[in-house]
């Protein structure tokens, strides 16, 4: 341990030269976890084997304390300003001397890691993790993640050095740091976001370097961050260890590393005991999960490295994480440097291709920022305060809105900014979001609302935008696409550099945009938002974009933005983009190893010589496929890229353009062969090339089914697209139409668009109108064929004109005008008139146009006729004589029928030789064989000239067609010529010799000249197709057939006839002829030998007894008839005549029915064969030819003998101008200037058909787009339905609590109304509005009535939304003695009988029948109670009057009673006795109130205001346990002045035993009361009658009437009569009912009753002129 200490005290000391360490000598720190290999795809798998001794050195403590919510001032200077300043000194570092952590990858050695600068390592415990699960098998690298300690004093940039020499960790691309909280989180419900999201981040971390921050615990946000790294782990190292093996080429996909960082709280780890940093081996940690109500939490184990701060609580954990995150915006660890590969390993796994490593600069270059960039999810009051410290330093913010909690919050405050509202309803919010933090704490409320607020206020700053809403319940945000989210953020908040920053920023963004495949930000934010500046695109840069998959979009981005192909594209860019191709199966598999014939290892390197000159492999690839030589100059693109140029700049460009095309091509990029191809100066030709090298690589050397597949459809796809601009072309301008099928080009061996679409074999191409009119006029040459009008009774063919003009010399100058090419040139200069008729117009292109072909069918004179035909031949005439006829006989239409003439005559010379009897005559016989030899030298000699002045045209037939020829001159002379002299064959040969070549020239002439025909030559075509597939076909099938049905045949009939060649071609011949010839004469035997086979057993087939032995050739052909020889021949003529024959006419039927529609295609593809062939015949024709030799032989002589002697002469005499030589310089102006015209024209072309193409594939989407815009309004109606219905639900919230301000108002009215009673006594019943009636809930229920105003309240006003419940109390719930007397319910009975009437008779049976009720309203009657004989009288009159009449009170349209007051908001009996008016007896006992002694004896009355104050009775309702008048309900079984003497008996009296009559009257109740009221003496008056009024005592009825009760409904409701009994005197209530407090209430304003009867009460108290 001493040596330990030292050792450390050592290395801590400033003076020790060992502190720093040196990058050069390759060793690190011994006990520093340290890894050099960074291309570890995995996250960066530590060795298990480093020894590891940590000393740590605290530097004393900081003040992290916080007030009120942000970072203290101390806290902010050491996060942000004082450790930027704190030197190395102030911590404690370690050498490195293990050399173990030096080794590195093949890959990574390329990489040089020396620096002049010495790097200090801080000395932070750490180590390496390796997490376990139970059950999994073992892998010692899979669960490595390296950790660290770190005291919350130190410093970031320490800890950004550690990152960069400890971890190795270089500076990324782009940081993200997520906020979220494992306290403050909620599950997200839909599956789909977190699979969304999940793929989203993974797919930003595929595509570029990012280090990804969270809290690095196994739960919340972090937990499915790490899943989905574990996913990604998982499918990378399946790629590494089983990666298949497909035509030698190894798939694997280059990414970049995972780098998520966990920063976390290391008292906050479950398992924070078992890291201390001070362990060897990596620590064994298996997650047991987390325990419920711990503030404790695991590690997710699929983060790759993780910070862990000591002594540290959550809100100083996410400042240390603010100060963390500002640290990355500075580049961490020293610059990158490169040295150059070599070839071999010139790869781009994402932006370290070679030519990278050109680019000279240091990635991390100190002037430059590191995007920053902030993911808020869910998250809680401290994940506020984080986000508002990012906003306020000017780091972007993306906030997920949907998920709840603080994100939630921050949205809607950003939103909602300029609301009025905003304060309070985000108050209401974060008191909902955060129940528990909040609780009782208004002040922190606010504060948090605040923060908020100020959050949505620094959103904005400076014109930029750092707070980014990503609302997840919206379908237009794909989770998926999260890196389009974070890049908008980005550059919403970036500000414009200046100078060389600029343009860093740009490149950096565009790097950015690349990696992440997001060209439409870089249209819109890097583009449009600096469409005044220029902006250069490096080559780096490019050569990513052809590299890397999917990024088609950013080479035509950076095409349409002036970028120059010709200054990145050398032969060395080249080779690297061969060597870097995609599809290396494609590539390597078809065209090296199957075009070239290499034998390729994908490991090594491609050859130098592949384009290295112009014979390199690339040119003999692309030769082989389209038969076009040295298409791509590799020295030239070099020089172009230096700038050069060895012809110009826009050569230049176009040949680097069509240099791409074909590299695309050859790769299988089928989508970036299209991008270029839109910038090529030909499209048509560099289309047909590629569609031509596609087709041919497709079907000659590709193997794999799909992928031949595919590469013809590409093939077709380009074909089609040449075919389309030419139609556009013709379409816009005829004249420039032909222009591009005449123009020789350059860069493809001078060959034409109709040359390379004839190599090419595009049929349609060719079959195009304007291809076939180009033809048609070849066809002609310099002829126009014209017709006269003879008065239309005379028309002449053609080629009897041309017959006549040729031989005749004459009629030419009749029938023939002539076109000179040097004028057909010139028409093509001349502009087009678009209003010129379609025929007039291909005159004008064609030929020139006629005097007389713009007149009508008119009749003229002979006289102006022949005026007419004396003007065409001074037209004519313009030309010499010998011209026109030199014209006339090179046109190929001459040539044809000349040959075809001449060609007949051979025909009949060649047939009389072959008719002349015996041996013939050898003067014809030597001409036929001169004849047919000069045919066979004029063939030969136009197969060489095809073969290399027109390639694209087939020579294989005609090369057949020599050597057959040949053939038969050798047989003709050795059979027919030499015989004539020595006789050695007989003639029968010799005939048969001729006649075989009598058909094959008779043959020959359907292959020469009839399929010149429109007629002939379709048919041709479907007779050939039918012959080479159908029928040929169909023979196969046949001869098997024939060949069994021959020789068995042969055997049943002939069993004896002998072995020999003779019984093979008897039994053939017979089987073949029985197609056309049925013979069957022989199936019954010959009769006359018929007997020889009477002994068919096997004996008789030895020798010595053997029939045919004996009997020879008689046997042999004598034929045997049997039934089996009838089976044998019948079956096979059924298969051959019925079958087989019938077969070959349906498969003819097919073929011709299926090709009838493209045969006029094929017809006019070949023409172009035909038309060739008569242009390269000589003028005249064989044997004539002999003469065109001749002249060719003179014109040898003169061109390379005399002519070269005579300009020799001429220069020597100086007798030459310089003429030519101007004339050369004009016409490379002039060519300039077309090429200008032609490439901006077929710009306009590209732009057409890219448009009209776009509109195809939108006509095509269209059901596709239209499905998307349903499901897209469905999900928009959706949410507006929702939307709705919380507006509907708020709405209604709303409209309650109006309601219930309303009824509250008016309820504060009628309390002032009822005040006023006292004075102006009872409301008439007109008047009287119930409120009591209206009151909610319903006594004894929770139902709610429906709330109505007083307005509404008359069944008179209409009122249409009135929707009341409905409550009749069951009669099972009355008591008992009470039960008889209610009615039933109604509804319900008949609801009973609806649903009766649906029974059957037999189900009726086994029921119980229904109760029988039929009321009699507004009548009085007697019933009887359910069994039982009790009679009680029923009342169901009302006692209500109007203008002192009785109220019959109606019935509603259910037939039930109508309460005559109005609505109550509630149907139904309630909880009433009875349907309608339910009747009720009150009395109101009232005396004078007055004062008592201490006693109790009464004194005088109390005054008020001059008044007398009154007292009356009450009692106490059960039900309610409100006062209310003594009195009783009036059921029937008694009267109600029974109901009153027993209520006041039994409530009052307190009397347990109560015997009164039934039929107690008025009298007898007056006379009851009566008796308790006494004179002016003391005694009392029981037992005799007195004067009542003497006695003081007064008895009236007060009150008979409406009752407002709770109890009341619609339907049902109460009626009182209320008796005032009032004793002006004395009384003896004070003896008889002792509690007098509880039993005695004064009449007041503040006196409050049951229903209506304070305002009964007050109306007594007017009446006696007492004190209300």
């Not at 010495?118 to 010692?140: K, M, S, Y």
């Not at 290892?601 to 030769?623: A, K, Q, T």
Request: aromatic content about 12%; hydrophobic content about 40%.
């Amino acid at each position: 341990m001493s040596s330990e200490s030292g050792k450390t005290s050592a290395l801590s000391s400033p003076s020790s030269p060992s502190r720093v360490i040196s990058l050069s000598s390759g060793k690190l720190a011994e006990i520093i976890p340290v890894v050099v290999n960074d291309d570890c795809g995995q996250g960066d798998q530590p060795s298990p084997s480093a020894d590891k001794n940590v000393t740590s050195h605290n530097t004393g403590n900081m003040d992290w304390d916080f007030g009120g919510g942000e970072p203290s001032e101390s806290m902010v200077d050491d996060l942000t300003t004082d450790q930027s300043t704190k030197t190395n000194d102030d911590v404690g570092y370690a050498t490195c001397t293990d050399p173990a952590y030096a080794t590195v990858t093949s890959v990574g050695s390329y990489i040089s890691r020396e620096s002049s600068t010495d790097v200090l390592l801080p000395n932070l415990p750490g180590g390496i993790i390796e997490f376990i699960q139970e059950g999994a098998e073992r892998n010692q690298t899979d669960g490595y993640r390296y950790y660290v300690i770190i005291p919350k004093d130190t410093p970031v940039d320490d800890i950004a050095n550690y990152m960069a020499y400890g971890w190795k960790r270089r500076t990324p691309k782009i940081v993200l740091s997520v906020i979220s909280s494992v306290k403050y989180f909620k599950q997200w419900e839909d599956e789909k976001h977190i699979e969304d999201f999940q793929a989203g981040i993974i797919k930003a971390a595929n595509l570029t370097e990012m280090w990804i921050v969270t809290n690095g615990f196994d739960s919340g946000v972090a937990k499915y961050i790490g899943d989905a790294a574990c996913d990604e782990m998982a499918r990378r190292k399946s790629q590494e260890e089983e990666s298949l093996e497909v035509k030698n080429i190894q798939v694997l996909e280059k990414v970049p590393k995972l780098t998520i960082l966990g920063v976390v709280a290391f008292d906050s780890i479950s398992y924070s005991d078992h890291l201390d940093g001070q362990h060897v081996q990596p620590k064994q940690i298996e997650n047991r999960g987390h325990k419920p109500r711990s503030s404790k939490f695991d590690l997710n184990p699929f983060h790759t490295h993780f910070m862990m701060v000591k002594d540290i609580n959550s809100q100083e954990l996410n400042a240390f994480r603010y100060s963390l995150e500002v640290r990355f915006l500075q580049p961490v660890g020293r610059a990158r440097r490169y040295r150059r590969m070599p070839s071999s390993h010139t790869t781009l796994p994402g932006t370290n291709s070679d030519l990278d490593l050109n680019m000279g600069e240091s990635q991390n270059n100190p002037n430059t920022n590191t995007p920053v960039i902030s993911l808020l999810v869910q998250g809680g009051p401290p994940e506020i305060d984080q986000v508002l410290w990012l906003l306020k330093k000017k780091i972007p913010v993306i906030v997920m809105k949907g998920f709840g909690l603080a994100a939630d919050l921050i949205a809607f405050a950003y939103e909602e900014t300029r609301e009025s509202y905003i304060k309070s309803e985000l108050m209401k919010r974060v008191k909902d979001t955060f129940p528990k933090e909040f609780k009782k704490d208004d002040l922190a409320v606010i504060e948090c609302r605040d923060k908020i607020l100020e959050c949505a206020f620094y959103a904005h700053q400076d014109s930029l935008t750092y707070l980014t809403i990503l609302d997840t319940g919206n379908r237009a945000s794909d989770l998926t696409n999260l890196s389009k989210y974070i890049l908008m953020a980005l550059f919403k908040s970036q500000t414009r550099k200046l100078g060389h920053k600029w343009r860093d920023q740009i490149q950096r963004d565009l790097q950015l945009t690349l990696d992440w495949n997001r060209c439409d930000l870089a249209k819109s934010e890097i583009y449009q938002k600096y469409s005044l500046t220029r902006i250069r695109v490096e080559n780096h840069i490019f050569h990513q974009a052809l590299l890397r998959e999917d990024r088609e979009d950013f080479v035509e981005l950076f095409l349409d933005k002036g970028f120059q192909v010709h200054r990145y594209l050398s032969h060395k860019r080249l080779h690297n983009l061969f060597e870097n191709a995609r599809d290396k199966e494609f590539f390597i598999g078809v065209c090296l190893e199957g075009v070239l014939g290499k034998a390729v290892n994908p490991h090594s390197p491609l050859s130098r010589n592949f384009c290295e000159d112009d014979g390199c492999e690339l040119n003999r690839l692309l030769s082989r496929c389209t038969k076009l030589q040295k298409l791509i100059n590799p020295y030239e693109l070099s020089m172009n890229s230096l700038g050069t140029y060895i012809t110009n700049k826009a050569v230049a460009e176009r040949r680097a353009t069509t240099t791409l095309v074909l590299w695309a091509a050859l790769t299988n990029r089928p989508i970036l062969a299209k991008v270029f191809w839109k910038k090529t100066d030909d499209p048509i030709a560099v289309a047909l090339i590629v569609s031509m090298l596609l087709h041919r690589l497709a079907s000659q050397w590709c193997k794999d089914v799909d992928m031949k597949r595919r590469v013809k459809a590409t093939a077709v796809e380009f074909g089609k697209m040449a075919v389309s601009m030419l139609d556009l072309c013709y379409q816009d301008s005829s004249i420039q139409a032909f222009h591009a099928l005449n123009k020789k080009l350059q860069d493809f061996n001078n060959r034409t668009v109709v040359e390379i679409a004839k190599m090419g074999n595009n049929k349609f191409f060719i079959a195009h109108p304007c291809c076939q009119k180009w033809l048609a006029q070849r066809w002609l040459g310099c002829l126009q064929i014209r017709e006269l009008d003879w008065g239309g009774h005379i028309k002449l063919p053609d080629w009897l004109k041309v017959y006549l003009s040729a031989f005749l010399i004459f009629p030419m100058f009749v029938w023939i005008a002539f076109v000179p090419m040097e004028n057909v040139k010139q028409k093509f200069e001349k502009e087009d008139d678009e209003e010129e008729e379609e025929v007039e117009e291909t005159n004008m292109l064609l030929r020139p146009l006629s005097i007389q072909e713009k007149q009508g069918k008119k009749r003229y004179s002979m006289k102006v006729k022949f005026k007419n035909l004396i003007d065409r031949g001074e037209v004519t005439l313009k030309l010499p004589v010998y011209k026109q006829i030199y014209y006339l006989w090179s046109a190929p239409i001459t040539k044809f029928w000349v040959n075809q003439l001449f060609y007949v005559f051979f025909l009949i010379l060649f047939s009389l030789a072959v008719l002349w009897p015996s041996c013939g005559d050898l003067h014809l016989n030597l001409s036929v064989f001169v004849w047919t030899f000069i045919i066979w030298i004029e063939l030969a000699r136009r197969t060489w000239v095809k073969k290399w002045k027109h390639p694209e045209v087939p020579i294989f037939w005609t090369s057949i067609e020599v050597i057959l020829i040949l053939c038969f001159l050798l047989l003709y002379l050795v059979f027919r010529i030499i015989p004539h002299f020595v006789e050695y064959v007989d003639y029968m040969t010799t005939k048969f010799v001729m006649s075989i070549g009598l058909l094959f020239f008779y043959y020959r002439t359907m292959a020469v000249f009839l399929p010149i025909s429109p007629t002939l030559g379709p048919m041709l075509i479907r007779i050939t197709k039918m012959v080479r597939k159908d029928f040929s076909t169909w023979m196969r099938m046949f001869v098997i057939v024939m060949v069994s049905g021959g020789i068995t045949i042969h055997a049943v009939l002939y069993p004896s006839y002998p072995l020999n060649v003779d019984g093979v071609k008897k039994a053939l011949a017979r089987a073949f002829f029985a197609m056309f010839l049925t013979k069957i004469d022989d199936l019954d035997g010959d009769d006359t030998c018929s007997y020889l086979y009477e002994n068919t057993t096997i004996g008789s087939c030895h020798p010595e007894q053997s029939v045919s032995y004996r009997y020879g050739n008689t046997m042999s052909t004598c034929p045997y008839g049997s039934f089996g020889g009838y089976f044998i021949v019948i079956q096979y003529l059924l298969i051959t005549k019925l079958v087989l024959i019938t077969l070959l006419y349906a498969m003819f039927s097919v073929t011709n029915a299926r090709i009838s529609d493209h045969a006029l295609e094929y017809w006019k593809y070949q023409r172009y064969g035909l038309i060739v062939d008569f242009e390269e015949r000589l003028r005249l024709p064989p044997p004539l030819t002999i003469i065109s030799y001749i002249c060719m032989l003179l014109k040898f002589i003169w061109t390379k003998v005399i002519r070269p002697c005579w300009t020799r002469c001429r220069q020597c005499c100086r007798c030459f101008t310089s003429q030519d030589s101007v004339d050369a310089s004009r016409h490379i102006n002039i060519f300039k200037s077309c090429r200008t015209m032609d490439y901006n024209y077929w710009k306009n072309c590209v732009k057409v058909y890219i448009n009209k193409e776009k509109q195809d594939q939108l006509k095509e989407t269209e059901d596709q787009r239209q499905s998307e815009t349903l499901c897209v309004l469905v999900d928009d109606m959706q949410s507006q339905k929702e939307t709705n219905r919380r507006l509907n639900d708020r709405l209604g919230q709303i409209e309650k609590s109006l309601t219930s301000c309303r009824l509250l108002l008016e309820e504060m009215k009628h309390m002032m109304e009822a005040k006023d009673m006292g004075t102006k006594g009872l409301i008439p019943p007109k008047k009287l509005i119930h409120i009591s009636s209206r009151q909610s809930p319903y006594p004894g229920t929770r139902i709610q009535r429906f709330p109505i105003f007083d307005k509404y309240v008359p069944w008179e006003v209409t009122y249409d939304t009135y929707d009341p419940a409905w409550y009749t109390r069951p009669v099972e719930e009355f008591p008992p003695e009470i039960i008889g007397y209610v009615d039933i319910d109604i509804m319900q009975l008949r609801q009973q009988e609806e649903e009766r009437k649906k029974l059957g008779a037999d189900e009726l049976e086994d029921l119980p029948p229904l109760p029988v009720f039929e009321p009699m309203w507004n009548s009085v009657f007697s019933s009887y109670i359910k069994d039982t004989d009790v009679q009680i009288e029923v009342d169901r009159t009302s006692w209500i009057t109007f203008d002192n009449q009785p109220l019959r009170y109606r019935l509603d349209k259910s037939g039930l009673p109508q309460n005559p007051f109005g609505r109550t908001g509630l149907r139904g009996r309630g909880k009433l006795w009875r349907w309608g008016p339910n009747h009720h007896m009150a009395v109101i006992i009232s005396r004078w109130k007055r004062k008592y002694s201490a006693l109790g004896k009464p004194l005088d009355h109390i005054i008020v205001d001059g008044k007398k104050v009154l007292e009356f009775m009450v009692v106490q309702r059960q039900d309610t346990g409100d006062f209310s008048l003594p009195g009783g309900n009036v059921y029937g079984d008694c009267t109600g002045y029974c109901v009153i003497l027993k209520s006041f008996k039994k409530d009052l009296l307190k009397e347990e035993v109560i015997e009164h009559s039934t039929k107690a009257d008025e009298q007898e109740m007056i006379t009851f009361f009566g008796h308790f009221a006494t004179g002016h003496s003391t005694a009392v008056y029981i037992h005799r009658r007195m004067d009542t009024a003497a006695a003081g005592f007064k008895a009236q009825i007060l009150y008979r009437g409406y009752m407002d009760d709770t109890a009341n409904t619609d339907n049902s409701w109460r009626e009182v009569e209320v008796w005032n009994f009032h004793y002006e005197l004395n009384d003896v209530f004070d003896e008889k009912i002792p509690d007098r407090e509880n039993v005695w209430r004064e009449v007041s304003s503040y006196t409050r009753l049951y229903g209506n009867q304070t305002a009964i009460v007050q109306e007594a108290a007017r009446i006696h002129g007492a004190y209300c």
